[in-house]
């Protein structure tokens, strides 16, 4: 993926947002109805729904004639709209590990303190962490407790937004002791 401009990605970012709101909009739609809703091409309207189908967002629902009836799940459906001014947290960290290429929770928080009060070093630590189990990060010299963090390298950098953290709904029961269900998680 090459790097766009913040100018591109934050339209891209808002051609996004604006498909999200149209699905959600229309409930159930057709590649024909999502493009007529935004203003894009059908082609477009396509290749946003491919997206959808392949993160588990949006289902096939039918097939009326050649035209397929899809619509988003529920979880996606009910989510809040996708933060376009990129001013989480993970945003912030994520720059910065795109830019120091390898480093320790402690040098990404360095290197946007200026920019950004109020970021810590344990969620730093967490959002490293959780990029090292996705396949994002690399460990190349584990934390020596009181000495030092851990040292990672980016391994996976697929662009200027940032990964972030999404909650699953699970099903719980407490009469077998814990989690009965979990949805099947795109690859």
């Known amino acids: 993926m090459t790097n766009a401009s913040p ?26 109805q999502l493009a007529d809703q935004t ?3 059908i082609a477009t ?7 959808w189908r392949d993160a588990g967002e949006c289902e096939l629902l039918r097939t009326e004639g050649k035209a397929q009836v899809f619509r988003l799940t529920e979880e996606v459906a009910t989510s809040p709209a996708p933060d376009l001014n990129r001013n989480s947290p993970e ?13 320790d929770p402690t040098d990404v928080i360095a290197s946007i303190s ?5 970021l810590e ?3 730093a630590r967490a959002y490293c962490q959780l990029l090292m189990r996705a396949g994002y990060l690399r460990c190349i010299a584990p934390a020596k407790p009181g000495k030092r963090e851990a040292c ?7 662009g200027p937004m940032a990964p972030h953290p999404r909650r699953l709904r699970v099903l719980i029961d407490p009469n077998e002791g814990g989690v009965a269900w ?6």
Do not use: C, S
């Open 39 to 41: 203003g894009t091409g």
């Open 182 to 187: 979990v949805p099947k998680v795109p690859a």
């Open 91 to 103: 945003a912030a960290f994520w720059t910065a590990m795109r830019i120091l290429r390898r480093f």
């Open 152 to 158: 990672y390298q980016l391994v996976k950098n697929t």
């Open 114 to 118: 200026a920019a950004r009060a109020g």
């Open 45 to 51: 309207a396509r290749r946003r729904i491919n997206i």
């Open 7 to 32: 100018h591109t990605t934050k339209y891209a970012l808002e051609r996004q947002n604006a498909a999200l709101i149209a699905a959600r909009k229309l409930n159930e739609f057709t590649a024909r």
């Open 121 to 123: 070093l344990h969620d």
